[in-house]
Nanobody, 127 residues
Framework: VQLVESGGGLVQPGGSLRLSCTAS????????VAWFRQAPGKEREGVAC????????YYRDSVKGRFTISRDNDKNTVFLQMDNLNDEDTANYYC?????????????????????WGQGTQINVSS
């Protein structure tokens, strides 16, 4: 599965960005999709994910209430709306997909589960 992310950039603290993850060759609604991020010197961590079938969503505690993951099946795209960004959100963000049903956030925080990855998009939160 080819995944392409877009939407990263520089934003001030308190600002918003929306990331997109678009798939080619397959219907992304048949996949569980996760957003991960990796900051310099830190391990890759799961941020949010959306399951296939029922579109259940799961979030890392630090982004709950600020980030929203969603799908647009007509566009074959998964979005990550990020509001009230802070400097701890600065990282390279990746989307990942695997044809699985996701039932807990634990799955979303385990990179090895996901076999398809995008190239990443950088987000810098700075004043």
């Amino acid at each position: 599965v080819q995944l392409v992310e877009s939407g990263g950039g520089l934003v001030q603290p308190g600002g918003s960005l929306r990331l997109s993850c678009t798939a080619s060759e397959v219907a992304l609604d048949s996949y569980g999709v996760a957003w991960f991020r990796q900051a310099p010197g830190k391990e890759r961590e799961g941020v949010a994910c959306i399951s296939r079938n029922d579109d259940s969503t799961y979030y890392r505690d630090s982004v709950k209430g600020r980030f929203t993951i969603s799908r647009d099946n007509d566009k074959n795209t998964v979005f990550l709306q990020m509001d009230n960004l802070n400097d701890e959100d600065t990282a390279n963000y990746y989307c990942a997909a695997e044809p699985i049903t996701i039932r807990t956030f634990v799955t979303c925080d385990w990179p090895r589960i996901f076999g398809s990855w995008g190239q990443g998009t950088q987000i810098n939160v700075s004043s």
